[in-house]
T-cell receptor, first 115, second 111 residues
Framework: DAGITQSPRHKVTETGTPVTLRCHQT?????MYWYRQDPGHGLRLIHYSYGVKDTDKGEVSDGYSVSRSKTEDFLLTLESATSSQTSVYFCAISDFEGGLGYGYTFGSGTRLTVV | RKEVEQDPGPFNVPEGATVAFNCTYSNSASQSFFWYRQDCRKEPKLLMSVYSSGNEDGRFTAQLNRASQYISLLIRDSKLSDSATYLCVVAQVGGVSTLTFGKGTMLLVSP
């Protein structure tokens, strides 16, 4: 399996606090993505990166920011957590734009609960 | 109209049955197509890419109809281990192409 790890695996946090989720890859893939998965909505793209310091917004980016200071790490920050951000967060990597050829490889996910 | 639509199911089938899932997508400029499998409380994993000519991988066959914007997945001789949610996935063309996921179709294979 591709080397992609997410941390933490589980987190409970209070409303209004900042939270940072980390995605780390050892595959040297150019493209990295953050998705959230909620019942009834499926996987929705939050932000993505196409290189170091190159990021862009996805479908549901409000309330989230990202940073990619080196190829292997992509951080997702909830600036002030709200209960609506309770979700499972998946990071994904790809060597090609749009997952061409081999699709995306996903991390194991982070279960975030905002109370 | 949702970008990628699937019947949520669940599809309940006995072992050995053949089952087919369908998916439609709205963006005619979409370029890449995939089926992913997701087990309960796990991450999605790539099952197979979908090509215009159709492609087969063991018991799994995927078809793409660009004119109708329709993708299908056929599973023959279902196994208990095939029980999972199957996600239809389409590459959305943009500044940087990204993947858009359908909500998934749940398959339950029973003994």
């Amino acid at each position: 399996d591709a080397g992609i790890t997410q941390s933490p695996r589980h987190k409970v946090t209070e409303t209004g606090t900042p939270v940072t989720l980390r995605c780390h890859q050892t595959e040297n893939h150019r493209y990295m993505y953050w998705y959230r998965q909620d019942p009834g909505h499926g996987l929705r793209l939050i932000h993505y990166s196409y290189g170091v310091k190159d990021t862009d917004k996805g479908e549901v980016s409000d309330g989230y920011s990202v940073s990619r200071s080196k190829t292997e790490d992509f951080l997702l920050t909830l600036e002030s957590a709200t209960s609506s951000q309770t979700s499972v967060y998946f990071c994904a990597i790809s060597d090609f734009e749009g997952g061409l050829g081999y699709g995306y490889t996903f991390g194991s996910g982070t279960r975030l609960t905002v109370v | 109209r949702k970008e990628v639509e699937q019947d949520p199911g669940p599809f309940n089938v006995p072992e050995g049955a053949t089952v087919a899932f369908n998916c439609t997508y709205s963006n005619s400029a979409s370029q890449s197509f995939f089926w992913y499998r997701q087990d309960c409380r796990k991450e999605p994993k790539l099952l197979m890419s979908v090509y215009s000519s159709g492609n087969e991988d063991g018991r799994f066959t995927a078809q793409l109809n660009r004119a109708s914007q329709y993708i299908s997945l056929l599973i023959r001789d279902s196994k208990l281990s095939d029980s999972a949610t199957y996600l239809c996935v389409v590459a959305q063309v943009g500044g940087v192409s990204t993947l858009t996921f359908g909500k998934g179709t749940m398959l339950l294979v029973s003994p």
